[in-house]
């Protein structure tokens, strides 16, 4: 796993590096995802990165959270394989819940922009 200076270097290049690939892909180089078992492998970049951004902003991190940013396709982070299978989850309740209404269920309907979705409702601010 990569280490912070590794990070660091990497985070300013990634969103370079992923412009770069996309326009490849853009230009109809052929480039497929390389390690996705949801996602689907004809997927164009700039439209996994879009939703990958959901991603982002429904649990409050960062795509270096889940990616070694060299390489997205590497599956060395321990919350990628946890988000791989809130993925097959969320499918699987949208394609059994709700087979009308795609997407019904979505990362943020739990999230809500954190890590750990509360398990119960705050407790009431007091007045005075
Ligand atoms: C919460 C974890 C998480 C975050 C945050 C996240 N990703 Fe991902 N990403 C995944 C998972 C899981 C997969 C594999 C999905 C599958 O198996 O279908 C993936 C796959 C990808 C792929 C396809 C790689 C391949 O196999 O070719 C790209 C590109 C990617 N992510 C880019 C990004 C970018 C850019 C960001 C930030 C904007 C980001 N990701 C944020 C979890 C995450
Ligand atoms: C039905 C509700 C629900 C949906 C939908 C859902 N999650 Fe989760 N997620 C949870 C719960 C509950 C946890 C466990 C939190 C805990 O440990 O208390 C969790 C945990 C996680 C974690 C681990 C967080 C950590 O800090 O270890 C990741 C990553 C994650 N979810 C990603 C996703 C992604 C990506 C999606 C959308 C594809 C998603 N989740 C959709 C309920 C959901």
Redesign the pocket.
């Known amino acids: 796993m990569s280490s912070q200076r590794n990070r660091m270097a990497a985070g300013a290049l990634a969103v370079a590096a992923v412009l770069l690939v996309a326009a490849d892909k853009d230009l109809g180089t052929g480039y497929e995802l390389e390690n996705v078992e949801v996602m689907d492998k004809s997927m164009r970049l700039v439209d996994a990165r879009r939703y990958m951004i959901e ?1 982002n902003d ?2 409050g991190v960062q795509c270096r959270d889940c990616h070694d940013l060299r390489d997205f396709a590497d599956d060395g982070k321990e ?1 990628k394989l ?2 791989r299978e ?2 097959k ?2 499918r699987d ?1 949208n394609a059994e819940w709700f087979p009308d209404r795609p997407e019904a ?3 943020w ?3 809500q922009g954190t ?3 509360p398990h119960a409702a705050p407790e009431p601010v007091p007045t005075k």
Request: proline fraction near 5%.
């Open positions: 991603f429904a649990l919350l946890v988000a809130m993925m989850m969320t309740l269920v979505t990362c309907t739990c999230h890590r750990t979705p």
